[in-house]
């Protein structure tokens, strides 16, 4: 399917463990994005890759660590989860009027 | 730091009613998209005004940039409770990989 894809759509692991969010493009864009959304705080952005091998800090990336080997695919990783980061994750790739295209998201939940 | 300020935060409407969503900002964007979000989905975009002064329409939604290309807004004609989501603006300047996002309206249409 064509389309940007999100895996798993639910997560609830144990504080310290690790957990990958998994995300897949099918647009070849260059640029994704990975966001946390949290009520009060609105969409924000945790790191974002301009291309393969190409990845950079967004505001709140403290706990996270980013990799992309292939354009198509960019997951996030929590190395040792916290409470804190309990919240719904979303992918976004953008366009070529840097309309970005996002995810149906990861809910996580961090006990 | 750049702010994209939306207003209203919340707003709780009947049915039929129109409403008009404002986007507003100190800094100049190359273009500036709206998107909205239903409940447990990522962020979908409406659309993408790029042109000083530009107005589109996108069925019962009219969306337009103004002339300095500082804020924008969105006005629903006949709110249906379909439209019911928050909405989102976010701008995009050439100089930067990233959108800022404003903080979103929450709309409900009561049948």
């Known amino acids: 399917d064509a389309g940007i894809t999100q895996s798993p759509r639910y997560k609830i692991t144990e504080t310290g463990r690790q957990v990958t969010l998994m995300c897949h493009q099918t647009?070849?864009?260059?640029?994704m994005f990975w966001y946390r959304q949290d009520l009060g705080h609105g969409l924000r952005l945790i790191y974002y890759?301009?291309?393969?091998?190409?990845?950079d800090k967004g505001e709140v990336p403290d706990g996270y660590v980013v990799s992309r080997s292939k354009t198509e695919n960019f997951p996030l990783t929590l190395e040792s989860a916290t409470r804190s980061q309990t919240s719904v994750y979303f992918c976004a790739s953008r366009g070529m009027n840097y309309e970005q295209y996002f995810g149906p998201g990861t809910r996580l939940t961090v006990t | 730091t750049q702010l994209l300020e939306q207003s209203p935060q919340f707003l709780s409407i009947q049915e039929g009613e129109n409403l008009t969503v404002y986007c507003n900002s100190s800094?100049?964007?190359?273009?500036l998209q709206w998107y909205r979000q239903e409940p447990g989905e990522g962020p979908v975009l409406l659309v993408t005004?790029?042109?000083?002064?530009e107005v589109k329409k996108l069925k019962r939604l009219t969306f337009q940039f103004g002339d300095a290309r500082k804020d924008s807004s969105l006005h629903i004609t006949a709110a249906q409770p379909g439209d019911t989501g928050l909405y989102l603006c976010a701008g995009a300047q050439n100089s930067s990989y990233k959108l800022i996002f404003g903080s979103g309206t929450r709309l409900l249409v009561r049948p």
């Open positions: 005004v790029v042109t000083g002064g």
């Open positions: 890759s301009a291309a393969a091998d190409i990845t």
């Open positions: 647009w070849s864009h260059s640029y």
């Open positions: 800094s100049v964007f190359s273009s």
